[in-house]
């Protein structure tokens, strides 16, 4: 049995039965890279003119395969059904041209050099959680980069990973080594989209944002050159690189990141009576906002009639202090928790409890069936960011009123991510409370009832006064879509774009060259 993030959650307010009971596994969708679908263009038709004008044949697709000895699917081959799909079923209707399993980045130059000029949509894929299956373009060259997957750990403490490695492998890897990275919760996301989209975690307010840990990348570019970008080489493209969102400026074939000691951790999990959750809120905002560093928590509102809340979260510390931190946010609110369960855990039996697989092994957390394919899901979702000052609870509560199936799911931030300039990175949301994704599981013959509804959350919020979005929770019907991800960045990510790709090689419907 699988679950996706928002009945996780769920479970956890309600006691964290699913985690006892070993019903395992979320998928958490949270931090993956951009994605086309839910609502957006998937067509090749939907690609900027000038990324395919002038195409007159097809590539040469036998020849690439032959540089790829082999590793190169195409519509009639075994193997190409499984392979050209996405995490998100709504995107199932998109099939790429061709999908090309690179093991190195000899491999993504040889597809670069071989598709690039033809008119037709290329893009890279790491874990295949993108929202609107950017990473699968219809009619396109798919770079799957998930065979480079080695994560290594040098002896000073920074993590080599290789961008096709999924989030329980780094920690795997990394609390072997008794590290630690800041990242996102659902197991089965790729490191690439989720860093270079910025990496919102559950560790964020202690130690950043995983783009924040980012020492260095190994890039291939537009035009086949393979660079390394940091702070004393391409300075300017490693700036973008933090933030400015996965696909837009080359492909990263591997990330150096700096890591830290893994401490012990508590992890836990609220649910709170009917009727309760516009006080929760209120409190709850106001509470975090004077938290330790060290307390991480994401508030949970479920539509309803009432709409129900739950907290779920994380410490860096004792559960003692974790407990006396919680009971000042009771205490707020004027409400307690029906349900509680506060637990200490090591890094990375704290990473598999935020992740749903608790009780499982590492193998199993990666969710993959015998043929070797991700368990899927189908939903719709979308993004604010709060700004610095609380929103108005009982509107916030007011909009979730009746959306039965509908989550509003807000991550604290502050903290660590509050301490670097909204300019020292791509990243631009560094006075952001809180981000808030809405979310909703969907089919197709009810997506449209489904998209309306998420919306009015998202338009309730930006009248609130939640006006950025996060590119990682990338939305095709967001209205300013490039100033919402990326505020006053977008100039220079635009700048940067034309610099690396001035031929629009990389583009796509949400791509900073479209901003």
């Not at 509102?301 to 946010?329: T, W």
Request: aromatic content about 6%; proline content about 6%; charged content about 15%.
């Amino acid at each position: 049995m699988t679950i996706d993030r928002r009945r996780f959650l769920a479970a956890l307010g309600a006691g964290g039965a699913v985690l006892v009971a070993g019903a395992q596994r979320a998928a958490a969708l949270d931090r993956a890279g951009p994605g086309t679908g839910a609502g957006g263009p998937s067509a090749v038709d939907a690609w900027p003119a000038r990324a395919r004008s002038g195409a007159v044949l097809p590539p040469d697709w036998q020849a690439l395969r032959t540089r790829l000895d082999g590793r190169l699917l195409l519509p009639a081959d075994q193997g190409y059904g499984e392979a050209r799909l996405g995490y998100n079923e709504l995107n199932d209707g998109q099939f790429p041209a061709a999908v090309a399993r690179c093991t190195s980045p000899s491999d993504v130059r040889a597809c670069l050099d071989v598709a690039r000029g033809h008119g037709i949509p290329i893009a890279a894929r790491s874990g295949g959680h993108s929202y609107l299956g950017y990473s699968v373009p219809a009619g396109g060259l798919v770079m799957d980069l998930r065979p480079m997957a080695r994560v290594r750990v040098r002896p000073d403490g920074t993590a080599v990973v290789g961008a096709g490695a999924r989030l329980i492998e780094v920690y795997a890897a990394l609390a072997q080594a008794g590290r630690l990275l800041p990242a996102g919760s659902c197991p089965t996301v790729g490191i690439g989209g989720l860093a270079l989209g910025g990496g919102i975690g559950v560790l964020a307010r202690k130690y950043g944002l995983t783009c924040d840990r980012l020492a260095a990348a190994q890039v291939v570019t537009a035009d086949s050159s393979l660079l390394e970008a940091s702070p004393d080489s391409e300075p300017d493209l490693y700036w973008a690189l933090r933030g400015g969102g996965g696909g837009n400026f080359g492909v990263v074939c591997e990330f150096t990141f700096r890591t830290e000691p893994a401490p012990g951790l508590t992890v836990f999990s609220l649910g709170f009576p009917a009727g309760s959750a516009t006080a929760v809120v209120g409190a709850w905002q106001q509470w975090i906002a004077g938290t330790p560093f060290e307390m991480w928590t994401t508030c949970q509102l479920s539509g309803g009639d009432p709409p129900s809340c739950r907290i779920v979260g994380c410490y860096v510390g004792a559960e003692s202090e974790a407990n006396q931190l919680l009971d000042q946010l009771f205490a707020a609110a004027g409400v307690q928790p029906s349900t509680r369960s506060v637990l200490p855990k090591n890094y990375l039996d704290a990473m598999k409890y935020m992740a749903g697989c608790a009780n499982d092994t590492i193998a199993q957390c990666h969710l993959v069936s015998e043929g070797g394919v991700l368990p899927r899901s189908s939903f719709v979702a979308v993004s604010r960011m709060l700004g610095p000052t609380a929103l108005d609870a009982g509107r916030v509560t007011d909009l979730m009123a009746g959306r039965t199936g509908v989550d509003l799911l807000l991550d604290s931030l502050g903290g660590a991510v509050s301490q670097l300039a909204p300019d020292a990175t791509a990243f631009p949301h560094r006075s952001s409370l809180a981000s808030a994704q809405v979310y909703a599981s969907a089919t197709a013959a009810g997506q449209a009832a489904v998209t309306e509804s998420v919306d009015a959350v998202r338009d309730g919020l930006a009248e609130l006064g939640a006006t950025g979005a996060y590119v990682n929770y990338i939305d095709a019907t967001l209205p300013d879509w490039g100033r919402a991800y990326y505020g006053a960045n977008l100039d220079r990510l635009q700048s940067v774009s034309r610099r690396y790709d001035p031929d629009a090689v990389f583009a796509f419907p949400q791509s900073v060259t479209c901003g």
